[in-house]
């Protein structure tokens, strides 16, 4: 085997392994107030509506180069129940930049919550307490 190809190929595998946990939703940029800040101001995480009865978004603040995503959504009792990670896929290692600012993602609400009246979303986090989150009522 040529060395060009096993060296691509050790490249690859090198970064496939630093990519962190698979990022479910789409990154959002209609939701969360605030920008990128040295000084973090006194904001927790956020849920609110991209499509009324459908889809939802998630906003959590941290770093900009190492933000918390979702990575895994299950149906609880009130609601959805989504799995919230500190991901490096934009450094790709361990290091992190020490700014503050929002990342949101939209998610599509499970089946069965869609026509409720009251949603109640729970984000479990790897590092810190869970937070309990109420999407407000659809609009008719």
Known sequence: MPAGVVTAAVVVSLLTGCSGPDVIGEPY???????????????????????????????????????????????????????????TTM????????????ASYALDLPARFRDADDVVVSLRFEDAPDVTLDLPAPAP
């Open 91 to 102: 450094t790709g290692g361990n290091a992190c930049t020490a700014d503050f600012g929002p």
């Open 29 to 87: 940029h209609g939701a969360g107030p605030g920008g990128l800040s040295s000084s973090p101001p006194a904001t927790g995480p956020a849920v609110g509506w991209v499509d009324p009865g459908e889809r939802f978004f998630v906003t959590t603040y941290g770093s900009s180069s190492c933000p918390t995503a979702p990575t895994g959504i299950e149906s609880g009792d009130r609601g959805p129940v989504v799995t919230m990670t500190t991901t």
